[in-house]
Protein backbone atom coordinates (compact mmCIF):
# COMPACT_ATOMS: atom_id res chain seq x y z
CA UNK A 1 0.00 0.00 0.00
CA UNK A 2 2.94 2.51 0.52
CA UNK A 3 4.62 1.94 -2.76
CA UNK A 4 3.40 4.47 -4.41
CA UNK A 5 4.76 6.56 -1.55
CA UNK A 6 7.81 5.25 -0.66
CA UNK A 7 8.80 6.10 -5.35
CA UNK A 8 7.97 9.47 -4.60
CA UNK A 9 9.82 9.41 -1.57
CA UNK A 10 13.21 7.96 -3.02
CA UNK A 11 12.58 9.99 -6.61
CA UNK A 12 12.68 13.80 -4.16
CA UNK A 13 15.48 12.16 -2.33
CA UNK A 14 17.81 12.54 -5.24
CA UNK A 15 15.84 14.95 -7.08
CA UNK A 16 18.51 17.39 -8.92
CA UNK A 17 20.99 19.12 -7.55
CA UNK A 18 20.03 17.50 -4.04
CA UNK A 19 21.84 14.96 -1.89
CA UNK A 20 21.48 13.45 1.44
CA UNK A 21 24.00 15.12 4.57
CA UNK A 22 24.82 11.94 6.72
CA UNK A 23 24.59 12.59 10.56
CA UNK A 24 23.89 8.93 11.49
CA UNK A 25 27.35 8.19 13.57
CA UNK A 26 26.61 6.21 16.28
CA UNK A 27 27.93 7.37 19.89
CA UNK A 28 31.46 5.60 19.27
CA UNK A 29 32.21 7.14 16.17
CA UNK A 30 30.85 11.04 16.93
CA UNK A 31 32.81 10.46 19.97
CA UNK A 32 35.72 9.96 17.62
CA UNK A 33 35.16 13.54 15.31
CA UNK A 34 34.22 15.37 18.49
CA UNK A 35 37.74 14.18 20.06
CA UNK A 36 39.64 15.06 16.80
CA UNK A 37 38.73 19.17 17.12
CA UNK A 38 38.39 18.60 21.10
CA UNK A 39 35.13 19.01 22.22
CA UNK A 40 33.21 16.79 25.01
CA UNK A 41 30.79 14.07 24.01
CA UNK A 42 28.13 14.34 26.42
CA UNK A 43 24.33 14.03 24.85
CA UNK A 44 23.93 17.92 24.69
CA UNK A 45 27.02 18.44 22.87
CA UNK A 46 25.64 15.77 20.58
CA UNK A 47 22.22 17.58 20.59
CA UNK A 48 23.87 20.78 20.07
CA UNK A 49 25.59 19.99 17.12
CA UNK A 50 22.98 18.07 15.45
CA UNK A 51 21.03 21.03 16.02
CA UNK A 52 23.53 23.41 14.23
CA UNK A 53 23.83 21.47 11.65
CA UNK A 54 20.05 21.01 10.70
CA UNK A 55 19.11 24.66 11.14
CA UNK A 56 21.72 25.84 8.50
CA UNK A 57 19.69 28.34 6.85
CA UNK A 58 19.43 27.23 3.10
CA UNK A 59 20.48 24.08 3.38
CA UNK A 60 17.25 22.36 1.90
CA UNK A 61 18.58 24.21 -1.48
CA UNK A 62 20.97 21.60 -1.52
CA UNK A 63 19.82 18.59 1.00
CA UNK A 64 16.79 16.66 0.79
CA UNK A 65 17.39 14.07 3.36
CA UNK A 66 19.71 13.90 6.47
CA UNK A 67 20.06 10.77 8.08
CA UNK A 68 19.84 10.24 12.08
CA UNK A 69 20.96 8.51 14.29
CA UNK A 70 18.58 6.34 17.00
CA UNK A 71 19.38 9.14 19.79
CA UNK A 72 18.65 12.57 17.57
CA UNK A 73 15.34 11.01 16.19
CA UNK A 74 14.33 11.48 19.82
CA UNK A 75 15.80 14.73 20.65
CA UNK A 76 14.94 18.46 20.48
CA UNK A 77 16.30 21.27 19.48
CA UNK A 78 16.79 24.53 21.98
CA UNK A 79 13.62 25.87 21.78
CA UNK A 80 11.74 22.99 22.20
CA UNK A 81 11.14 21.57 18.97
CA UNK A 82 11.77 17.99 18.17
CA UNK A 83 14.43 18.01 15.90
CA UNK A 84 12.69 15.71 13.28
CA UNK A 85 10.20 18.97 12.77
CA UNK A 86 13.02 21.07 12.51
CA UNK A 87 13.99 18.94 9.54
CA UNK A 88 10.27 18.97 8.12
CA UNK A 89 10.29 22.84 8.47
CA UNK A 90 13.67 23.13 6.10
CA UNK A 91 11.86 20.66 3.65
CA UNK A 92 14.02 17.86 4.55
CA UNK A 93 13.30 14.49 4.79
CA UNK A 94 14.51 12.47 8.07
CA UNK A 95 15.69 9.10 7.73
CA UNK A 96 17.40 7.03 10.49
CA UNK A 97 19.85 4.58 10.35
CA UNK A 98 18.94 0.99 12.03
CA UNK A 99 21.91 -1.40 11.88
CA UNK A 100 23.67 -2.05 14.95
CA UNK A 101 26.87 -2.15 13.66
CA UNK A 102 29.24 -4.14 12.38
CA UNK A 103 30.76 -7.37 14.45
CA UNK A 104 32.86 -9.87 13.89
CA UNK A 105 32.18 -12.53 11.18
CA UNK A 106 32.30 -15.85 13.18
CA UNK A 107 34.92 -18.42 12.09
CA UNK A 108 36.29 -16.06 9.54
CA UNK A 109 39.64 -13.56 10.48
CA UNK A 110 39.09 -9.76 9.69
CA UNK A 111 35.85 -9.83 8.21
CA UNK A 112 32.77 -8.36 9.74
CA UNK A 113 29.14 -8.73 9.75
CA UNK A 114 26.21 -6.53 10.74
CA UNK A 115 23.61 -6.87 12.76
CA UNK A 116 20.53 -5.59 13.96
CA UNK A 117 17.86 -7.45 12.32
CA UNK A 118 16.30 -8.77 15.53
CA UNK A 119 12.98 -6.97 16.42
CA UNK A 120 13.56 -4.53 13.50
CA UNK A 121 9.94 -4.81 12.36
CA UNK A 122 9.23 -2.98 15.37
CA UNK A 123 11.84 -0.42 15.68
CA UNK A 124 10.70 0.30 11.79
CA UNK A 125 7.19 1.05 12.97
CA UNK A 126 8.34 3.04 15.81
CA UNK A 127 10.97 5.41 13.55
CA UNK A 128 7.90 5.53 11.36
CA UNK A 129 5.40 7.15 13.72
CA UNK A 130 8.30 9.07 15.13
CA UNK A 131 8.64 10.31 11.27
CA UNK A 132 11.30 8.86 9.46
CA UNK A 133 10.34 8.30 5.97
CA UNK A 134 13.86 6.39 5.23
CA UNK A 135 16.28 4.25 6.37
CA UNK A 136 19.55 2.86 6.01
CA UNK A 137 21.80 -0.15 7.07
CA UNK A 138 25.73 -0.44 6.19
CA UNK A 139 27.75 -3.74 5.22
CA UNK A 140 31.13 -3.22 5.70
CA UNK A 141 33.52 -5.24 3.30
CA UNK A 142 37.05 -4.87 3.60
CA UNK A 143 39.85 -6.31 1.19
CA UNK A 144 43.08 -7.79 2.03
CA UNK A 145 44.76 -10.87 0.81
CA UNK A 146 41.99 -13.59 0.13
CA UNK A 147 39.05 -11.52 1.55
CA UNK A 148 36.55 -10.89 1.24
CA UNK A 149 35.30 -14.61 1.38
CA UNK A 150 31.99 -15.52 -0.70
CA UNK A 151 30.55 -16.58 2.98
CA UNK A 152 30.87 -12.99 4.00
CA UNK A 153 29.40 -11.05 0.99
CA UNK A 154 26.41 -13.67 1.06
CA UNK A 155 25.87 -13.25 4.61
CA UNK A 156 26.05 -9.39 4.57
CA UNK A 157 23.67 -9.06 1.15
CA UNK A 158 21.40 -11.38 3.49
CA UNK A 159 21.60 -8.72 6.21
CA UNK A 160 21.30 -6.08 3.45
CA UNK A 161 17.91 -7.48 1.82
CA UNK A 162 16.20 -8.55 5.02
CA UNK A 163 16.46 -5.01 5.75
CA UNK A 164 15.50 -3.80 2.78
CA UNK A 165 12.04 -6.02 2.12
CA UNK A 166 10.90 -4.93 6.18
CA UNK A 167 11.47 -1.37 5.33
CA UNK A 168 9.33 -1.62 2.57
CA UNK A 169 6.93 -3.77 4.67
CA UNK A 170 6.77 -0.54 6.83
CA UNK A 171 6.54 1.92 4.46
CA UNK A 172 10.02 3.16 4.40
CA UNK A 173 12.17 3.91 1.91
CA UNK A 174 15.83 1.43 2.15
CA UNK A 175 18.81 2.80 1.09
CA UNK A 176 20.96 -0.26 0.83
CA UNK A 177 24.42 0.54 1.58
CA UNK A 178 27.61 -1.94 0.91
CA UNK A 179 30.39 -0.28 1.18
CA UNK A 180 34.02 -1.64 0.24
CA UNK A 181 36.21 -0.13 2.67
CA UNK A 182 39.38 2.39 0.44
CA UNK A 183 41.27 1.17 3.36
CA UNK A 184 44.55 -0.83 1.98
CA UNK A 185 47.40 -0.85 -0.92
CA UNK A 186 45.42 -2.67 -3.49
CA UNK A 187 44.92 -0.66 -6.52
CA UNK A 188 42.19 0.60 -8.18
CA UNK A 189 41.47 -2.85 -10.39
CA UNK A 190 40.72 -5.02 -7.08
CA UNK A 191 38.42 -2.38 -5.99
CA UNK A 192 36.64 -2.97 -8.94
CA UNK A 193 36.81 -6.42 -9.45
CA UNK A 194 35.65 -6.80 -5.30
CA UNK A 195 32.76 -3.92 -5.67
CA UNK A 196 31.34 -5.47 -8.44
CA UNK A 197 31.35 -8.96 -7.07
CA UNK A 198 29.66 -7.33 -4.09
CA UNK A 199 27.23 -5.75 -6.11
CA UNK A 200 26.42 -8.68 -7.80
CA UNK A 201 25.48 -10.49 -4.51
CA UNK A 202 23.76 -7.84 -2.64
CA UNK A 203 20.90 -7.63 -6.02
CA UNK A 204 20.82 -11.36 -6.56
CA UNK A 205 20.02 -11.60 -2.53
CA UNK A 206 17.40 -8.23 -3.14
CA UNK A 207 15.75 -9.83 -5.94
CA UNK A 208 15.23 -13.17 -4.25
CA UNK A 209 13.88 -11.19 -0.80
CA UNK A 210 11.35 -9.85 -3.65
CA UNK A 211 12.50 -6.02 -2.80
CA UNK A 212 11.17 -3.11 -4.93
CA UNK A 213 13.80 -1.86 -6.83
CA UNK A 214 12.35 1.38 -7.65
CA UNK A 215 11.21 2.09 -4.21
CA UNK A 216 15.19 2.08 -2.86
CA UNK A 217 18.24 3.45 -3.07
CA UNK A 218 21.58 1.98 -3.44
CA UNK A 219 24.41 3.82 -1.18
CA UNK A 220 27.91 2.64 -2.62
CA UNK A 221 31.54 3.28 -2.31
CA UNK A 222 33.22 5.20 -5.03
CA UNK A 223 35.65 2.61 -7.05
CA UNK A 224 39.17 4.26 -6.05
CA UNK A 225 42.70 3.10 -5.01
CA UNK A 226 43.40 1.62 -1.67
CA UNK A 227 44.91 4.46 0.84
CA UNK A 228 48.37 2.70 0.59
CA UNK A 229 48.28 2.52 -2.74
CA UNK A 230 51.38 3.72 -3.98
CA UNK A 231 49.58 4.54 -7.18
CA UNK A 232 46.90 6.39 -7.38
CA UNK A 233 43.94 7.14 -9.95
CA UNK A 234 43.34 10.38 -11.20
CA UNK A 235 39.84 11.72 -10.43
CA UNK A 236 39.03 10.64 -14.37
CA UNK A 237 40.15 7.14 -13.56
CA UNK A 238 38.12 6.88 -10.51
CA UNK A 239 35.05 8.41 -11.98
CA UNK A 240 35.37 6.50 -15.09
CA UNK A 241 35.95 3.23 -13.01
CA UNK A 242 33.26 3.64 -10.59
CA UNK A 243 30.40 4.27 -13.58
CA UNK A 244 31.68 1.27 -15.42
CA UNK A 245 31.41 -0.51 -12.26
CA UNK A 246 27.90 0.48 -11.43
CA UNK A 247 26.60 0.17 -14.76
CA UNK A 248 27.49 -3.72 -14.90
CA UNK A 249 25.96 -4.45 -11.68
CA UNK A 250 22.96 -2.06 -11.00
CA UNK A 251 19.83 -2.23 -12.24
CA UNK A 252 18.35 0.72 -14.24
CA UNK A 253 15.16 0.40 -12.19
CA UNK A 254 17.06 1.64 -9.15
CA UNK A 255 15.80 5.22 -9.10
CA UNK A 256 19.49 6.64 -7.55
CA UNK A 257 22.81 6.27 -6.57
CA UNK A 258 24.00 8.06 -3.36
CA UNK A 259 28.00 7.77 -3.16
CA UNK A 260 29.40 7.38 0.30
CA UNK A 261 32.58 9.71 1.08
CA UNK A 262 34.57 6.86 2.77
CA UNK A 263 37.16 9.02 4.24
CA UNK A 264 38.28 10.49 0.80
CA UNK A 265 38.90 14.12 1.33
CA UNK A 266 35.98 16.28 1.43
CA UNK A 267 37.10 18.08 -2.10
CA UNK A 268 38.40 14.69 -3.33
CA UNK A 269 34.95 13.06 -3.22
CA UNK A 270 33.17 16.58 -4.43
CA UNK A 271 35.60 16.39 -7.12
CA UNK A 272 34.73 12.82 -8.46
CA UNK A 273 30.96 13.21 -7.95
CA UNK A 274 31.63 16.50 -10.32
CA UNK A 275 33.85 14.02 -13.15
CA UNK A 276 31.02 11.22 -13.16
CA UNK A 277 28.74 13.93 -14.10
CA UNK A 278 31.28 14.95 -17.04
CA UNK A 279 32.00 11.45 -18.18
CA UNK A 280 28.54 10.54 -19.81
CA UNK A 281 25.04 10.06 -19.10
CA UNK A 282 23.78 7.30 -16.30
CA UNK A 283 20.79 5.31 -15.88
CA UNK A 284 20.18 6.51 -12.40
CA UNK A 285 20.30 10.02 -10.58
CA UNK A 286 23.97 9.78 -9.40
CA UNK A 287 23.92 12.00 -6.12
CA UNK A 288 25.38 11.88 -2.54
CA UNK A 289 25.26 10.67 0.84
CA UNK A 290 28.28 11.84 2.35
CA UNK A 291 29.44 11.88 6.38
CA UNK A 292 32.41 13.27 6.78
CA UNK A 293 32.53 15.12 2.96
CA UNK A 294 29.73 17.18 4.05
CA UNK A 295 30.62 17.87 8.02
CA UNK A 296 34.37 17.76 8.62
CA UNK A 297 34.78 21.87 7.41
CA UNK A 298 32.00 22.31 9.99
CA UNK A 299 32.95 19.77 12.78
CA UNK A 300 36.60 21.55 12.98
CA UNK A 301 34.97 25.38 12.52
CA UNK A 302 32.45 24.53 15.67
CA UNK A 303 34.97 22.72 17.61
CA UNK A 304 32.36 22.27 20.88
CA UNK A 305 31.88 26.07 20.83
CA UNK A 306 28.31 28.32 20.48
CA UNK A 307 30.30 30.82 19.55
CA UNK A 308 31.16 29.36 16.30
CA UNK A 309 27.82 27.87 15.65
CA UNK A 310 27.34 30.80 12.66
CA UNK A 311 30.88 29.77 10.71
CA UNK A 312 30.43 26.06 11.03
CA UNK A 313 27.04 26.43 9.52
CA UNK A 314 28.41 28.08 6.59
CA UNK A 315 31.17 25.58 6.15
CA UNK A 316 28.24 23.39 6.12
CA UNK A 317 26.36 25.41 3.73
CA UNK A 318 29.32 25.83 1.36
CA UNK A 319 30.43 22.08 1.21
CA UNK A 320 26.41 21.24 0.41
CA UNK A 321 26.33 24.09 -2.36
CA UNK A 322 29.70 22.26 -4.07
CA UNK A 323 28.57 19.02 -4.07
CA UNK A 324 25.25 20.22 -5.27
CA UNK A 325 26.70 22.17 -8.25
CA UNK A 326 29.28 18.54 -8.76
CA UNK A 327 25.63 16.78 -9.71
CA UNK A 328 25.62 19.21 -12.82
CA UNK A 329 28.77 18.83 -13.17
CA UNK A 330 29.31 22.30 -12.87
CA UNK A 331 31.87 22.05 -9.67
CA UNK A 332 35.19 23.90 -10.46
CA UNK A 333 38.07 24.59 -7.56
CA UNK A 334 37.52 28.37 -8.56
CA UNK A 335 34.31 27.39 -5.80
CA UNK A 336 36.47 27.06 -3.06
CA UNK A 337 38.47 30.22 -3.18
CA UNK A 338 35.31 32.11 -1.61
P1 LIG B 1 31.01 8.87 4.99
O1 LIG B 1 30.56 9.73 3.84
O2 LIG B 1 31.78 9.62 6.05
O3 LIG B 1 31.68 7.61 4.53
O4 LIG B 1 29.69 8.42 5.78
C1 LIG B 1 28.63 7.97 5.06
C2 LIG B 1 27.88 6.98 5.85
O5 LIG B 1 26.72 7.18 6.14
C3 LIG B 1 28.55 5.73 6.24
O6 LIG B 1 27.60 4.80 6.65
Given at each position: MFDIQMETTARALVAGGKGLLA???STGTIEKRFKSVGAACTEENRRAYRELLFTTAGLDEFISGVILYDETIRQKAA????LVEVLHRQGIIPGIKVDKGAKALAGFVSEKITEGLDGLDERLTHYRELGARFTKWRAIITIA????TDACLRANAHGLARFAALSQEAGLVPIVEPEVL??????IARHDEVTQRALRIVFDALAEHRVRLEAMLLKPNMV??????PQQASVAEAAEATLHCMKRT?????PGLVFL?????DVRATEHLNAMHSVRAAPWELSFSFGRALQAPALQAW??????VATAQQKLLHRAKCNSAARFGKYSSAMEGV
Open positions: ADEDGTPANIPMDGDHDLSGKECVPAAVSGGQSSGLLAN
